[in-house]
């Protein structure tokens, strides 16, 4: 009897193992498993990204403040078992601190919060300069 009774917990076993394994291998399985591995990486943890799986393929949407970021979160959802492909949605922020670029507050107008013939909030980037009514020109362009 105590053998029967082994045999058949032995069978519920590889059932659950049969269940779980199968499972993972489902497009909403592999969702999971690189939304956890993603959450799990330091790198990416603290970024909103979006994955969805179909046929196997997962897609990442998001963005990122770095390209670190953004190649970190791709190589854990290729090293995700069962996965046949990453289509990479990601974008990569870009802000004054990308560009080199500074904004002025001192230099603002405070009635109208703007620089004397620039937008609000324009920012000035090294190498470039602007000119009421036009653009930012670089150099010698005018």
Known sequence: MGRRLRGRWLAVAMVAVAAAVACAQTDAGLT????AKLAADDTVKAYQI???????????????DSQAAKDQAVAVARGTG???DVVDNITVSG??????????????????????????????TPGMETTPG?????PGSR
């Open 32 to 35: 999971t498993k690189v939304k």
């Open 50 to 64: 979006d994955v969805d799986t179909k046929e196997k393929v997962v897609t990442l949407t998001g963005t990122v």
């Open 82 to 84: 069962g996965v046949a």
């Open 95 to 124: 802000g004054a601190g990308d560009m080199g670029g500074t904004m002025d507050p001192g230099a603002m107008d405070p009635a109208m919060g703007t620089t004397p013939g620039s937008a609000p909030g324009m920012m000035t």
């Open 134 to 138: 036009m653009a930012m020109t670089t």
